[in-house]
């Protein structure tokens, strides 16, 4: 059904009576919609390398001061939120989101879409989110029809910006069901059927301006607007895709800003996602005619740095009353290992550990709805020891300190292998891309082997026996962000043809709640990597020294 139709539908049933009215004409109207997405509890800035400089980017209370300025100067601001405001770090820990929403309250967010982690603790936690948000929070492929506590969950909404009337429809990603915790009572519909019906019963109720707030990820937002009709805009997230075009030689965009499709109509559909973390703020300049039709745009990402925006003084005063209690969970005691867990250096970085492999068991535990078979952990993200005895929240962070997330991807045996091989290639130099734990596999390598033929014997855990890998076959592995995007070589990561997903869960976070189901840790090296032909004067682990690991 074609736009055209469905507002003859809506006059003809007198739906357009409904109290919305149609949209005022006499010629273009201007919105500007400002958004983020995937902010997973980033209360405080995060530091980047940015040309070759470290720079503190984000961070609530220098995104406000960013807003109170787009406020005043942008035409018809509408401030967005495409979802995952759940997860990440200890304020999420703490707060369970009630902080972020503070602070959203704070910048003026007028609606958000349910992100897939806003489920992680299941209706309970997002309910008491919901109860105290003065924003609607949007899902149209959401069914809690069967859930009471999630009544206020909406499939759009109407805002009136510049006296117009603006349709929002939120969208979720159905994968919510197998890599979140909705439980029974929640299901999620197909998300073009979703959004078409909800886009039509906007038009037939006289709205006309109507913009996708989407939590599907990049390609597939691509994919919708080439389906729907009526929405020229979708405002997206859940895959951390950063948009634009940046000085910083470090940022590598997956597209341009707006990224453009066609929809059945021929006509142009704008897609943007705003990257992760509140790093970047996404600005896009939207022009309609009378009949809600797109005759303009214009867009940027804004890359939220320290040089360029200061911190609200106020809102930076509130952050820091919110980080007091944070202290207090660092020193929180979360489990009991009665083995030193190993993060030497000079362990992670040329043979099996036991602290690596309890991370990598760890990944494969917090993932296992995805069904992942193979954990890989790389021991340059392995940065301190945790003696025997108490483990604590700080320790931790400590010994994953990067705020790497969790990426699950289909990888042939082949990759994985490339992947192995890489991890060995610079063995003698003690590079970090050594994967010094592993879970779901073990494998062999020859030092006496020349680089890129070094692995001898890689063997899969499939019913409880260890059996030799296929190259040809498919295996749903987990491993971080940072070597999921070629980080330390790992170009087979990189460039897998297969599904991949950023879960969005921080690996600390992962493995502290690992650790803490556990209780109590007794973990060993148990043959999972095995070294042939070592030269004699590296056999001997270095002992036990934690003064030398301070973060550098």
Do not use: C
């Not at 969970?329 to 290992?337: F, K």
């Not at 992947?419 to 050594?434: D, I, P, Y």
């Amino acid at each position: 059904m074609k736009r055209r139709d469905v507002l003859k539908a809506g006059l003809a049933t007198g739906l357009a009576a409904a109290g919305l009215g149609h949209a005022q004409g006499g010629g273009v109207f201007r919105l500007t919609i400002i958004h983020t997405n995937d902010t997973h509890a980033h209360i405080d800035p995060v530091e980047l390398t940015l040309g070759g400089q470290k720079v503190k980017v984000g961070g609530v209370a220098r995104r406000i001061h960013l807003y109170d300025q787009l406020r005043s100067s942008e035409p018809n601001p509408l401030f967005l939120h495409a979802g995952d405001v759940f997860q990440g770090t200890l304020y999420f820990t703490q707060y369970h989101g009630l902080a972020d929403r503070y602070f959203m309250h704070r910048e003026g967010v007028r609606v958000m879409a349910l992100g897939n982690h806003e489920f992680d603790l299941g209706p309970d936690a997002l309910a008491a989110f919901l109860d105290g948000a003065r924003f609607p929070v949007l899902g149209a492929n959401v069914d809690v029809s069967r859930e009471p506590k999630l009544s206020k969950v909406q499939p759009y909404t109407v805002v009136r910006v510049g006296g117009q009337n603006i349709g929002i429809v939120g969208l979720t990603t159905p994968d919510t069901a197998i890599i979140a915790n909705p439980g029974p009572t929640v299901s999620f519909t197909d998300p073009a059927a979703a959004a078409q019906k909800a886009i039509n019963e906007l038009l037939a109720r006289g709205v006309n301006k109507i913009v996708i707030l989407s939590h599907l990820g990049y390609l597939a937002d691509l994919e919708l607007g080439k389906k729907i009709v009526g929405a020229q805009v979708i405002v997206g997230g859940h895959s951390h895709t950063l948009l634009g075009s940046f000085e910083a030689k470090e940022l590598q965009p997956a597209g341009p800003y707006p990224t453009i499709v066609k929809n059945p109509e021929g006509r142009d559909v704008l897609v943007v996602q705003a990257w992760e973390w509140g790093k970047v703020v996404g600005k896009l300049n939207l022009e309609f005619d009378d009949k809600g039709l797109l005759v303009g745009h214009k867009g940027e990402a804004i890359l939220v740095t320290e040089q360029k925006y200061r911190e609200d003084p106020y809102a930076a005063e509130a952050v820091r009353v919110y980080s007091l209690p944070i202290a207090a969970l660092n020193a929180q005691v979360v489990a009991q290992t009665r083995t030193l867990l190993n993060g030497e250096r000079t362990v992670v970085r040329k043979r099996e550990s036991n602290l690596s492999n309890l991370i990598a068991d760890g990944m494969l535990w917090k993932t296992k709805g995805a069904k992942t078979q193979i954990a890989l952990q790389n021991g340059g993200g392995v940065r301190a020891t945790i003696p025997a005895g108490p483990i604590t929240v700080g320790k931790i962070y400590e010994v994953l300190p990067f705020g790497n997330t969790l990426v699950v991807m289909d990888l042939t045996g082949a990759e994985v292998i490339a992947a192995l091989e890489n991890g060995v290639s610079q063995w003698e130099q003690g590079a970090g891309r050594f994967l010094s734990g592993v879970a779901g596999l073990r494998y062999t390598f020859d030092l006496a082997r020349p680089v890129g033929s070094r692995v001898t014997k890689v063997e899969v855990l499939k019913d409880g026996q260890y059996v030799p890998i296929d190259p040809a076959a498919t295996y749903r592995a987990v491993v971080n962000n940072f070597i999921a995007t070629g980080g330390d070589g790992f170009e087979s990561l990189k460039n897998a043809k297969g599904a991949r997903y950023d879960t969005g869960f921080g690996d600390a976070e992962a493995f502290l709640e690992y650790v803490r189901s556990l209780g109590t840790v007794d973990a060993k090296e148990e043959g999972r990597i095995t070294i042939l032909n070592e030269p004699r004067a590296s056999l001997e682990p270095a002992p036990y020294q934690p003064e030398r690991f301070a973060l550098a």
